[in-house]
């Protein structure tokens, strides 16, 4: 069974400082792996998905994230983090099995300060 | 072009009392999925519909939960004689196509805060 789990509940950077969520799973398959970001009072918005081919991949926002496979990890980063990105982050995996539901990580809540 | 809508925003109603929730995806997108968004669970897949295919259904928690799809598109989650722990935010998605590959994103609308007292 595919799961996906994220370290740190809260981060907390300050403007301008490097971003980094971790995000490990492990599926039987190979992955396909989804990063969404939650503002208060929205849904999820997609930040980047890995499908096949490069490793690293780009999505809106300045957020990147890479694939490791034998870190089984697709940690999200953002060189320079501003104010507007505080919002919760999801990582999520594609359960096998034909299917496209997406089994997700607890989450993780970004805070940024000046 | 219009997102996944949803309605209503809000929703309290007391124990035991019957709700419904509706979700009106994107038009042309033929797979159709609810999530759960609670404090104690995260986010839990509750169900999946593709196209006039039988509905996945492993996610509903209990029978009290239903949904169907009314022609394709629009979609209505009931929840029967509810409880406390049913408050959560209720989430809709929608994508393209839902079989196969999975490399289809999933489109999310701003979900349905369920409070029941």
């Known amino acids: 069974a595919q799961s996906v789990t994220q370290l740190g509940s809260h981060v907390s950077v300050s403007e301008g400082a490097l971003v980094l969520l971790r995000c490990n799973y492990s599926s039987s398959v190979p992955p396909y792996l989804f990063w969404y970001v939650q503002y208060p009072n929205q849904g999820l918005q997609l930040l980047l998905k890995?499908?096949?081919?490069?490793?690293l991949v780009k999505g809106i926002n300045g957020f990147e994230a890479e694939f490791k496979k034998s870190e089984t990890s697709f940690h999200l980063t953002k060189p320079s983090a501003h104010m507007s990105d505080a919002a919760e982050y999801f990582c999520?995996?594609?359960?096998?099995?034909?299917?496209?539901?997406?089994?997700f990580g607890a989450g993780t809540r970004l805070a940024v300060h000046p | 072009g219009a997102g996944v809508s949803q309605s209503p925003s809000n929703k309290v109603t007391e124990k035991g009392k019957d709700v419904e929730l509706r979700c009106d995806p994107i038009?042309?997108?033929?797979?159709l999925y609810w999530y759960r968004q609670s404090l104690g669970q995260g986010l839990e897949f509750l169900i999946y519909?593709?196209?006039?295919?039988?509905?996945?259904k492993s996610g509903l928690p209990s029978d009290r939960f239903s949904a169907e799809r009314t022609g394709g598109s629009v979609s209505t989650l009931t929840i029967q004689r509810t409880q406390q722990e049913d408050s959560a935010v209720y989430l809709c998605?929608?994508?393209?196509?839902?079989?196969?590959?999975?490399?289809?994103?999933?489109?999310f609308g701003p979900g349905t805060r369920l409070l029941v007292l």
């Open positions: 999520a995996v594609r359960q096998s099995g034909g299917y496209n539901k997406l089994i």
């Open positions: 519909f593709q196209g006039n295919s039988a509905p996945d």
């Open positions: 998605a929608s994508s393209f196509s839902g079989g196969g590959r999975g490399q289809e994103t999933q489109y």
């Open positions: 038009s042309g997108h033929t797979a």
């Open positions: 890995y499908t096949t081919g490069a490793t």
